[in-house]
């Protein structure tokens, strides 16, 4: 069975400074990985995704992604954190082994993001 | 969110009564998804739709059915409404089922009383 964890309910830190936002998957095969932001009180958002290729994804916002095989991670980062980027982030993954002409997607439980003035 | 629209965005109800929620798309996506979001579990699937006409269920569904009668509109019914399906709802659209991002509506504010 897929499953994705993100060991941090929160994550806060200054202006300016870098952040990450951890992420780790489990899956039988090799991963779809997402990343997600939602702002209060809307929809989430698609940042991201690693599919395969280079291990360093980049997406919206500035945002990037380093997929770690080995280490079975996919952690958010961005070098410079701004106050609009206060939200929740989710990682999701989708292993596209799994049999059935759907292949199910999992979402993490979510990192909320505070960004300090 | 672009090309997808949730109704109603909020709505209170008595416990034993049926209640519908509407997605609507624009993106003419083939796969659709409804999900409830609850603090401490993240997103789960309640159910999907891979055509018209075409559903199956998810990790939730228990309660719920849906319906996909034209390519745009997908509809999640709560049966008869308990206070532990006090959620937000949210429904998604994918073009292809494997590599594609979700997009989401903004969501539906579901209150059992």
Request: glycine share 8%; charged share 20%; aromatic share 12%.
């Amino acid at each position: 069975a897929q499953s994705v964890a993100q060991p941090e309910d929160q994550v806060n830190v200054a202006e300016g400074n870098p952040l990450t936002v951890k992420c780790t998957y489990s899956v039988s095969g090799n991963p779809y990985l997402f990343w997600y932001v939602q702002y209060p009180n809307r929809g989430l958002q698609f940042l991201l995704k690693y599919i395969t290729g280079d291990n360093l994804v980049k997406g919206s916002y500035g945002f990037e992604a380093e997929f770690n095989k080995s280490q079975t991670s996919f952690h958010l980062k961005k070098p410079s954190a701004l106050v609009s980027d206060s939200a929740l982030y989710f990682c999701a993954v989708r292993d596209p082994m799994n049999s059935g002409g759907y292949q199910k997607v999992t979402f993490g439980t979510g990192t909320k993001l505070q960004v300090i003035p | 969110d672009a090309g997808i629209t949730q109704s109603p965005r909020h709505k209170v109800t008595e416990t034993g009564t049926p209640v519908t929620l509407r997605c609507h798309q624009t993106e003419n996506h083939r796969y659709m998804y409804w999900y409830r979001q609850d603090p401490g579990h993240g997103l789960r699937l309640i159910h999907y739709s891979y055509g018209v006409k075409d559903t199956d269920k998810g990790e939730v569904s228990d309660g719920y059915s849906v319906s996909r009668s034209k390519t745009e509109d997908f509809l999640l019914t709560l049966e008869s409404a308990t206070s532990s399906q006090t959620s937000v709802y949210f429904c998604a659209i994918s073009d292809r089922a494997v590599s594609d991002g979700y997009t989401f509506g903004s969501g539906t504010r579901l209150t059992v009383v």
